[in-house]
C-alpha cells in the first residue's frame, strides 16, 4: 500500500473554523452551519438588491460597465478623461480582470434570469440563442466588451460584481452572526418541530 495520504477537501478549513467557533459559543454544530448557510444567503441577496437600486439610482450601471470593459477603439477617448490613464491600469490589473469576470457572469445570470420572469427587457419564457454554458460566456462576453449593454441588465450585472467583490465581508458577517442567529432563530424552530413531530 502506499503511504500517501489522502488529499484533503476543500471544505476543510471551512469545516474546522465552524467546528472551533461552534466549541467556543457553545452552539451544536448542525444549527450552526444551517445558520451560516442563511446568512450566507442573505448577504449575497441584500446586498445584490442595495446594488442594484444604487446603481439604477445613482445611474451609473451603464457609465460602470463601459469603463471596465471599454471597447479598444475608445479606451484612449476614456483615458482622455482621467488623468495618467488610471481606467485603463485598473482594467489591467488582477482586480479589473476579477471584475469583468464577475460581470461576464453577471450578464449570464441576468439574460437568464430575465428571460426566466420576464425583467430586465426581457420577453418571459423566452429562450437563450446559445445553449450551452461556454458559449453563453462567449456571448455575454461580446455583449460586455462590445458597450451593447445597457439599462437595468447593466445595473444588475454591476450589482452582481459587487456582490461577488464583497465576498469576503459577506463570509465574515455570516460566521461572526451565525452564533447568534442560531440561537435566535434556528434552535428554536428546531424545538418546535421536535416538539410537533414526537406527539
Not at 446568512?39 to 445611474?59: C, M, S
Not at 450589482?159 to 460566521?175: D, E, Q, W
Request: no cysteine.
Amino acid at each position: 500500500m502506499s503511504g500517501t495520504p489522502p488529499k484533503p477537501s476543500k471544505f476543510a478549513p471551512y469545516k474546522e473554523a465552524l467546528a472551533a467557533l461552534s466549541q467556543r459559543t457553545r452552539t451544536p454544530l448542525p444549527s450552526l452551519v444551517v445558520s451560516f448557510a442563511v446568512l450566507h444567503e442573505l448577504t449575497a441577496i441584500v446586498p445584490l438588491v442595495g446594488f442594484f437600486y444604487a446603481a439604477r439610482t445613482l445611474g451609473v450601471g451603464e457609465k460602470l460597465v463601459h469603463a471596465v470593459a471599454q471597447p479598444e477603439t475608445t479606451a484612449t477617448d476614456i483615458q482622455s478623461e482621467v488623468p495618467g490613464g488610471v481606467l485603463s491600469r485598473l482594467r489591467d490589473s488582477w482586480a479589473g480582470e476579477r471584475f469583468q469576470e464577475w460581470m461576464v457572469e453577471g450578464e449570464v445570470r441576468t439574460e437568464r434570469v430575465g428571460r426566466r420572469y420576464g425583467w430586465f427587457g426581457f420577453e418571459k419564457g423566452s429562450k437563450m440563442d446559445t445553449t450551452s454554458a461556454e458559449s453563453q460566456s462567449v456571448h455575454a462576453a461580446s455583449a460586455l466588451v462590445s458597450g451593447r449593454i445597457a439599462g437595468d441588465v447593466a445595473n444588475a450585472v454591476v450589482a452582481y460584481a459587487m456582490t461577488k467583490a464583497v465576498l469576503p465581508i459577506r463570509i465574515g458577517v455570516s460566521l461572526w452572526m451565525a452564533p447568534a442567529f442560531s440561537r435566535a432563530f434556528v434552535q428554536p424552530i428546531g424545538s418546535a418541530f421536535t416538539r410537533i413531530f414526537r406527539r
